[in-house]
């Protein structure tokens, strides 16, 4: 095994064991397309897979997956015997069996449970793993297992996680001290009087006022000159 593979899967089965609480041993359903890959390039995952993800793993399967293995005859007869070595976990099909890919995604909704890692070479199953956070996926390449990247469906996810918390905590204990060291509940408080004194006289009312002043200010003038000219009539 690769030592750049290996630091690969390493980082990848750190994120998931953090950020969704994966733990040994590790829960891997196969279906039939990963069975039948596995048989052609002749990778032997009971004994490869364990330290690939760097511990102890379950390796299972559904009654749907063998099921769809038997109904596709001798072409995939290899890939049945090896998934019948596996141990078969129940699903809600026991009488109306369906597709292998429909029975793996119900398995893992309402967000992965019981942590499965998913591992097929399906590609339309993998794209729809991929839109659900927290499952990883597993596939064969040239020979050798890979597990893939984290989506960006898990990525953000765990990001949104970490923000609410990260925004709760602040909350509780830095707002309420921030506020009184700074004075800012204060300063809040007089801003909050302050707009409820706003609204002052209307500014119309002030001008009509300026003119009655004036009005009143000639009156005198005017009694100035009436008696003037009383004066010179006598």
Do not use: W
């Not at 969704?20 to 032997?44: H, M, S, Y």
Request: include cysteine; proline fraction near 5%; aromatic fraction near 6%.
């Amino acid at each position: 095994m690769g030592v750049r593979r290996q630091k690969h899967a390493k980082k990848i089965m750190g994120f998931y064991r953090h950020s969704f609480q994966f733990r040994e041993p590790f829960q891997v359903l196969l279906d039939g397309t990963f069975c039948q890959a596995a048989l052609r390039n002749k990778i032997q995952i009971r004994e490869q897979l364990p330290g690939y993800l760097g511990g102890a793993a379950q390796l299972c399967t559904t009654r749907c997956v063998i099921k769809e293995l038997e109904s596709l005859g001798k072409a995939l007869y290899g890939a049945k015997l090896i998934a019948q070595r596996f141990q078969v976990r129940n699903c809600s099909h026991h009488k109306d069996p369906v597709s292998g890919s429909t029975c793996l995604l119900s398995m893992i909704e309402d967000g992965n449970p019981h942590h499965y890692f998913i591992a097929t070479q399906d590609q339309d199953l993998s794209s729809k793993v991929k839109k659900k956070p927290g499952v990883p996926l597993l596939f064969i390449i040239q020979n050798t297992m890979v597990l893939d990247k984290p989506s960006p469906k898990s990525l953000a996810f765990v990001q949104k996680l970490q923000t609410d918390q990260l925004v709760s905590e602040y909350q509780k204990q830095s707002i309420v001290d921030l506020k009184e060291k700074e004075g800012l509940a204060k300063q809040e408080g007089e801003k909050r009087r302050k707009r409820k004194r706003a609204g002052g006289p209307n500014p119309l009312s002030c001008l009509k006022k300026k003119k009655k002043k004036t009005s009143e200010s000639q009156e005198p003038s005017t009694e100035k000159k009436k008696r003037r000219k009383r004066k010179r009539n006598r």
